[in-house]
């Protein structure tokens, strides 16, 4: 009698190299990181867009304040360069009266970088400096103030924001005749 083996043949065990999954995880590490950095822009930048409109928003709220109320009543959004903060002020023309109304700051980093025009009348200047510096505002002497008034007019210029990470700008318009920001 002979007996015939009938084992069955050797089979390769199914699995992942050391040398294969070195590679995955290297791959990735590196889509991670990319990834990363790409997310990191896109939410400093969303910031800075955030930012500036969310300053369109307000001084075009004041905008409309300053005509829905009658003449002796003035707002104005203050900026002080390299900070960021800023906010807004209720100037009453009766009392020669400036009041910090609210402060605000920017989200991320964001800092006013640039101004350009605004304070005009020098008697509203000085006053809402005053209220502003003693109020504990960081840098209020040097404030620069927009003015929106009763018939509509504003003082006019500009405000630029930056993103000091992304070296990125917006820039924030008010029109003098008309009022408008854009």
Known sequence: MTFVDSAPAPRSEGGFTLVELLVVISITAILLTLSAAAARTFWLNQAL????????????QLHQRAQAESHPRVYGAWFVLGSSSWGLVRYTATTTNCTPVESRSFDTGVTVSDIQGFDLPTGLVSACRSALQSSGVSGATNARIAFFYARGTATAGSVTVRQPSLARTRTVQVHALTGRVG
């Open 49 to 60: 867009t955030g930012a500036a409109s969310d300053l369109r928003v307000q001084l075009g």
